[in-house]
């Protein structure tokens, strides 16, 4: 009776195992072109009520929306989409071997890398680090700094519903009177955006390290690589397609409840749920029970708030669709400063399409993408009081005719290179913008 326990058991584990690892079996990847304002209706109801996951970030008239369909209301899904009169194209029958591919690319990166690289740094950047190497990397990065100097600090801002720390790290002299705050990672899923905070740390230390520090001199730029640790480990070991936090939505109140997540980009306080967001716990863009309830919105504002210290700007990491975008996002009218915004948005996208040739968008985010309040950007304006505010959507751009657009949040790790590395460019010539301007 022993034995038979032991073979139920690994049964069990060996069924566990296959289901987790097959979670997106089925799921179909589409494309559909809403034409109406009733056919926008309808794709946001489905994303509300029936786990349609919309990829792509704009959605307006007339315009391409790219979006997964779980297996098993796919098929009701396409009907109604044609009784609606919209065509469905399918472009991946199943997103599992989607994500599959990403990783097999990886694997291959990975194997002809690990021959190449010299530099110890980084060379842990040549895969997407988990939350505990992410941790020892930026411990590294602290130690690799010259001490003495205070050049670097690490630290925490707060901590997660799983008890998560979200460190962050300053690089500037200690002298250096104005200050840049930078995050990555709000959202689990998109996987290349820590990786490039990541990338940027190690070259700006790279760069005090080799006595270049004129920027440094001049800014003490905080970065957070990763705001939603707890999504993100989640992303990494069991739902590579999961965007929010890990907010257990009224567990207490009601333990049936299995809805798991709140979108943080939703659950910021300024004009909070007005538009492009959902009070259902299930959806993907579930905004919270109320405006700032979750740990990590209130460890940034909080660490924003402090109010020794005065930003200069504040920028966060997104991916994907190649956007350079400013406020506001809860609404189409623009902020009075808006050419401000617009004239160093367009300097940073230069400097940065100037490495490999990638083309970024600029706009407002209502205006470029859709209507959707709750974003770290807005409160970031409207209540941090902080003049240069960005959303950077990094790649690949979800243009039909880009090469790498299938890839949507999958971005193989070959692309940690390049993507850090246009992005940095991008960064310090946005950043030297601001020194000459004032
Ligand atoms: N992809 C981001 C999101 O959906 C875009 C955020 C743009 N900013 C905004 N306030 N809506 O969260
Ligand atoms: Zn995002």
Redo the contacts with the bound molecule.
């Keep these: 009776s022993v034995w038979r326990l032991i073979i139920i058991n690994s049964w069990i584990l060996f069924l566990y195992c296959y289901a987790n690892n097959h979670f997106y079996k089925g799921y179909e990847v589409v494309r559909v072109l809403p034409k109406t304002n009733e056919h926008l209706q309808l794709i946001r109801h489905f994303e509300d009520n029936y786990g349609v996951d919309r990829w792509s ?1 704009v959605l307006t008239i007339n315009r391409d929306v790219k979006m997964s369909l779980p297996r098993k209301q796919a098929p009701k899904i396409k009907k109604l989409f044609k009784q609606h009169g919209i065509d469905v194209k399918i472009l991946h029958n199943d997103l599992e071997k989607l994500i599959q591919k990403s990783d097999d690319i990886s694997k291959q990166h990975k194997i002809r890398t690990k021959r190449l690289t010299v530099n110890i740094a980084s060379s842990h950047l040549t895969g997407y680090l988990r939350y505990q190497e992410i941790v020892e990397f930026l411990k590294e990065q602290h130690r690799r700094s010259p001490p003495l100097r205070n050049f670097t600090s690490l630290f925490s801002i707060g901590s997660t519903h799983e008890n998560r720390s979200i460190w962050t790290i300053r690089i500037g002299k200690p002298s250096a009177r104005r200050n840049i705050l930078i995050d990555c990672g709000i ?1 689990a899923r998109e996987f290349i955006s820590p990786s490039t905070c990541l990338y940027m740390i190690d070259k700006l230390i790279g760069e005090v390290n080799n006595g270049r520090v004129s920027l440094l001199s001049v800014f003490n730029i905080y970065i957070i690589p990763l705001l939603n640790p707890d999504g993100y480990e989640y992303a990494q070991t069991e739902r590579r397609m999961w965007r929010k936090n890990r907010a257990l939505n009224g567990y207490y109140h009601n333990p049936d409840s299995k809805c798991i997540g709140v ?1 943080l ?2 659950n910021f306080g300024y004009h909070w749920m007005e538009n ?1 967001a959902s009070t259902n716990p299930c959806s993907e ?1 579930y905004a919270g029970p109320h405006q700032d309830s979750e740990p990590e919105t209130r460890s940034l504002q909080r660490f924003i708030k402090q109010s020794s210290r005065h930003w200069d700007a504040y920028l966060t990491f ?1 991916s994907y669709g190649q956007y350079w ?1 400013y ?4 609404a189409l009218h623009m902020p009075d400063d808006y050419i401000e915004l617009n004239n160093k948005a367009t300097i940073g996208s230069e400097a940065l399409k100037r490495v490999n040739g990638t083309l970024y968008k600029i706009g407002s ?2 205006n470029l ?1 859709y209507e ?4 770290s ?2 409160w970031a304006k409207g209540v941090g009081q902080i003049k240069y505010v960005y ?1 950077v ?1 990094l790649r690949p751009s979800d243009d039909m005719n880009d090469e790498h657009a299938h890839f949507a949040f999958m971005l193989p790790e070959t692309f940690i290179e390049p993507v850090g590395q246009e992005t940095y460019v991008g960064v310090k010539g946005f950043l030297r913008s601001l020194i000459t301007s004032r």
């Design positions: 970030e959202h979108d980009n939703r492009g863009t997104h975008i406020p506001w996002g809860f985010a209502a993408l959707s309040a709750g974003g950007d807005d959303t959507e």
